[in-house]
């Protein structure tokens, strides 16, 4: 399985991400310029975190104009599997790939952290590893990972089961305290109607290896390892 | 592009006025040298590039005599002073570029664009030698925060918002820029109220065989300018950066550059990559001063000139004159120089990352930099004479002696012979703007991009991976400390910054690494006052006979005079940066305790050319302390036949009067900085990483600020976990100086109790005692001697101060 991590001018997690792949997973990785729309055949995209177009006029708001996102989007619709981390997440909300938005964080303060996630659906190509319920530590660094949407669009994701992850206590309590960012409803990772889009603000890639103090995000790379072996 | 032909009119020459030669901070004298390198009078532009490049910034007029007494090599060092960083061999093929430098004066005008900018310009100085920045640091020194009626109200106003600002700027341009920080130091004291420091320290790796230097060679190679579009911005910065500032500087507000980080990330994919294409023969950043530093520096180097028009300089604003372009400080522009014919492979790459790249001029054989606008000539001078041979200043050195008393001052004293609630002292040095909590500033900063941060801010020195080296989960690491102490160099300038390396030294051996290479960033007053010299001077030998010491030569640096606001002068600073190696990152000692049961060991050195007692139990600091003294104490001292009881009484006390303990709860700074034994310290390195390559021990904390007490409490309140200290007198003899004296060379560990044999027999072999002082574990911090508490209190209390004082400061409202 092969897997291709875009590079937008101002990605500047594309190196972190690659390097899981390549030396964690030790799959096949390759990087895919944001000026072209030709995905090279992988299997999943990974849209990494970083400052793509320097995060000018709001994040995001410039990279879902680049011709990497128009193939992007059809390579969603065929039910190829997208991740999108941290500003991966609000390249994605701006492109209509997922609902809502990321705003400005409550604190007005970018954030850099370790935080901890509940697992709130085991039922997708991203978490199928995971069980519901289950906490993850996985660090967060972002100045725009508010996230919001209307009462309607949170009612359906409730109700689909699209909620991914929830800011939450080292025990799994979703509090306002545990809340790093203001999000709506502590979310902190959101699935697309076909489950085949995952965005999340928190870094799996920079919580792969105990050397970094956490493997907890490894095991959203794992889940995705996994459903791609047994399509 | 038609080459200057080389019979032409001189440079039309400029009406020279007192008022003009003012302007442009130029002496009458330096006037004169400037006639005579020229043999003529000046053009406009050719007054401006003098001006910027013979400022104290650029020439380092009046330090460079002393810089010279640093010691700058080793096996270890590729490069040293000169080069836009210093290079040390890593090993397996690597290299590691790194250097600190100073952006006070634009921090304090303008706090978020000033820091931001020396975030910038010290990445570029890295990623111009080829090197990918691996993680950044800073220095931060501000005024008080905390009201405080001695203090107006508008000066803690001002204050805060430059701790914002700073903090911002140096947060958006580095989290943008891609590159974690690791920390470094953030530090308040009212000398630096109207002149905050803002040092920033960049360190970069780079194969050995692919490293780039500023230097143009290859007549008839092309010159190309890549990046950003010049603009009007920070014209004279350097030359500000020399001044002192009065009141209106902040007038001066334009002279700060603006800085995107956006551009500068492009920058650094897009040099890389040129780089790789082999075609670039030389390159530097446009720092201070800009194109002209940048020209006739490469020039220089090279022995070659560079000819360059104006007219093909992307600029940002119109009808911009020669001297603005010449004296722009408009960031995240270099200059390089490439092959002949292989200039399109170059331009290919910058157009690929969207950035401008156009050739500006060519290579000559001859040491001069001439550059045209609109087809006249308006600057030919010789490199030279910018550069080697500007001018050197041996100002008049005087002597420096502190103002503040040897002894302590008569509250002290009456404070020293109450008695005192140890565990009340304890939480008020936890919540004091030193000591508490920085977490504040931590977490604006990405300290994890790159996924190579193995120890990031908060604990004693950042350690980073290294991918690609030694064995798959076994890579290098290096280990990188930053340090200074302004108000013990201004008690003692010399000892002080002798400190200021051997601090930063042993915060990096304690993570297990060898520390192999330092730099300096130099920020005093006024060198035109004989005084403010004296410290330079001084705190120059100091460094040198410390780094000498501890086998950590000087590398690069940056000087940064002239640190006075209305004739108030700074804390003589000198602050350190030290860059260590690991063989095994796995192997990294983190500063905190790391499970509960474990034995907490005290090590400190047997005072050399003494031989070690094995009988002696567990005196606290090296040299047993008493204030005031008892009687029946003093016996004690003199039974065991050391030196006169008195005289080592009143050297602790004095050294007492340096501690933070003694600015914060006594209310007065008096006396010297703690004693330092090079030798041991050096000593006490190789034992570090002696236990660290055995795996002997779980954590290593310095004791530094606040003394034993606040390294226990800060490992305990940061790990969760509690500590038992129980001591017989021994320890304790006067409980006070125990706790809360700065001895220098002095460290806690913990360690399995099993290991606790091994690590006292290795300690003996390096001339330190290792003690047995207590255990991990619990919710409280629990000292006591003949279990007889001095101090208790649960971690939850303790945290309270810490964690929350500074951001609480920063958010109190500070009323008139």
Known sequence: ???????????????????????????????????SEDLKSVDAVLVPGGFAYGDYLRTGAIARFSPVMDAVKKFAAGGGLVLGICNGFQILTESGLLPGALMRNAGLKYICKQVHLRTETADSAFTNSLEKGEVLQIPIGHAEGNYFCTPEELKRLEAEDRIAFRYATADGAVTAEANPNGSLSNIAGVLNEGRNVLGMMPHPDRSSEKLLGSVDGWKVFESMIGALAAK | MNPIPSAVVPPEPVAVTPELLTQHSITPEEYDRILKALGRVPSLTELGIYSVMWSEHCSYKSSKVH??????????VVQGPGENAGIIDVGDGWACAFKIESHNHPSYIEPHQGAATGVGGILRDIFTMGARPLAVMDSLRFGPIDSDAAIEPELIRKNHSIVEGVVEGIASYGNCFGVPNLGGETKFEACYSGNPLVNAFALGLVRQDEIFYGKA??????????????????????????????????QKRPNVQVGDPFMEKLLLEACLEAM???????????????????????????GVGLDVELDFVPQRETGMTSYEIMLSESQERMLLVAEKGREDEVLKVFAKWGLDAVVVGTVKPESRLRIRHHGVLVADIPNESLTDDAPLYHRPVGTWKTPLPAEPPVHAQEELTKDRDYTADLMKLLGSANISSKRWVHEQYDTMVQTNTVQGPGGEAGVMRIKGTGTPGHERGLAMALDGNGRWCYLDPKLGAMHAVAESARKVALTGAEPVAATNCLNFGNPEKPEIMAQLSAAIDGIAEACTALGTPITGGNVSLYNETRGEGIYPTPVLGIVGILDDVTKAVPADFQQADDAIILLWPVPRGEEPNPDL???????PMRYPVVEAEAEVVADADSEDPEATATAELAAFGSSEYAKVVLGGVWGTPPSLDLEAEADLHTLLRAVAERELVHSAKDISDG?????????????GIGAKIDQDESLLIHPLFGLFAEPASTVILTAKSADVDEIEKLADEYGFIAARIGVTGGGNLEISVNHEPFISASLAELR?????????????????
């Open chain 2, 276 to 302: 790789k294409t082999g075609a670039i023969v030389g390159i530097q950043d446009m720092g201070a001063a800009g194109l002209t530093c940048s020209t006739c520096e490469m020039g220089a180097r090279g």
């Open chain 2, 707 to 719: 003394g034993i007490a606040i390294a226990l409490a800060e490992s305990a309140i940061r790990s």
């Open chain 2, 617 to 623: 139990k567990v005196p606290f600091t090296p040299e």
């Open chain 1, 1 to 35: 399985m092969k897997f291709g991590v875009i590079v937008f001018p101002g990605s500047n997690c594309d190196h972190d991400t690659y390097n899981v792949i390549a030396e964690i997973a030790h799959q096949p990785v390759q990087f895919l310029w944001h000026d």
């Open chain 2, 217 to 250: 060679s290859g007549t008839g190679n092309p010159v190309i300018y890549v990046g950003a579009k010049t603009g009007r911005d920070g014209i004279h910065g350097a030359t500000m950066a020399s001044e002192e500032f009065k009141e209106g500087s902040e």
């Open chain 2, 67 to 76: 810089l010279r007494r640093l010691p700058t090599k080793s096996d270890r």
């Open chain 2, 800 to 816: 309270e101060p810490w964690a929350e004082s500074l951001e609480a400061a920063l958010h109190r409202e500070v009323l008139a």
